[in-house]
């Protein structure tokens, strides 16, 4: 527990010396998609019967929470595998690969929460009026540990920076606007529709909607916001025991 600690610890210290350009940084994205789509369209557009706004925040919530815990995780071990050769270090260190593995996954969710909760700040401060419960939190911190698992496999298996930016352009930033972050998935062609409700981060968009509204479906977007995290954490796992 205390190797746990001590790798959350250094991350807390990375991210407190650039507290204030790590915080401006995570919220110009967001207030960016809130001008554009929530703002400046709300107003005109209605969605299942209530405002625009009210649709695209807990959408603008899942996609920044995918993007940062998923880029802080990969690009912090593809730089210390690549460039710092510092990963080689941990490797022969007396550290235990799952217990690693889930500190800095950790890490990389939390930061990833942090910016949910600014978002989420902004939105009571500007009397958005949307209700954020403990579900709503709960699948937000999913999301995060989903993401964050995903970029440690990615930065253990891609072999270059230049492979990360390419892996965000061609998986990481289409889920970002097909995944019902933006529109409902009802206005998506059949077949695409059922392909893009398996992924992620439409789990979450539908879950932070409370769409559906039954207890089934309750249960089963963090039941399967869980399954992808066990498999990308695994994964992540599995590369690193074989790059020993």
């Not at 407190?16 to 919220?27: A, E, Q, Y």
């Not at 071990?77 to 889930?102: C, D």
């Not at 993401?147 to 965000?168: N, P, Q, T, W, Y």
Request: charged share 15%.
């Amino acid at each position: 527990m205390e190797q746990f600690k001590a790798v959350l610890w250094q991350d807390y210290i990375f991210f407190k010396r650039k507290f204030w350009s790590n915080t401006v940084g995570t919220l110009i994205g967001p207030l960016l998609y809130l001008l554009v789509f929530g703002w400046g369209l709300g107003s005109e557009i209605q969605v299942g019967g209530s405002s625009y706004v009210h649709f695209v925040i807990p959408g603008i919530i899942a996609l920044t929470t995918m993007g940062l815990s998923f880029g802080n995780v990969a690009n912090d071990i593809n730089i210390a595998r690549i460039y710092s050769k510092s990963f080689e270090e941990l490797m022969v260190a007396p550290l235990p690969i799952p217990l690693y593995a889930a500190a800095k996954v950790t890490a990389g969710a939390l930061r990833g929460f942090y910016a949910a909760l600014m978002i989420i700040a902004l939105s009571l401060i500007l009397r958005v009026g949307l209700g954020f419960d403990a579900y709503f939190i709960l699948v937000t911190l999913l999301n995060c540990y989903v993401f964050a698992a995903l970029g440690f496999a990615v930065g253990l298996i891609i072999e270059s920076h230049r492979d990360i930016a390419k892996f965000s352009n061609f998986i990481i930033t289409p889920m970002s606007f097909l995944c019902g972050t933006f529109f409902p998935l009802d206005k998506m062609p059949w077949g695409i529709k059922e392909f893009i409700w398996l992924l992620p981060l439409t789990q979450t968009s539908l879950a932070l909607r409370g769409e559906g509204g039954d207890i089934f479906r309750m249960f089963l977007h963090p039941a399967i916001l869980l399954g992808y995290f066990a498999l990308f954490f695994v994964i992540g796992i599995k590369v690193w025991a074989k790059a020993e």
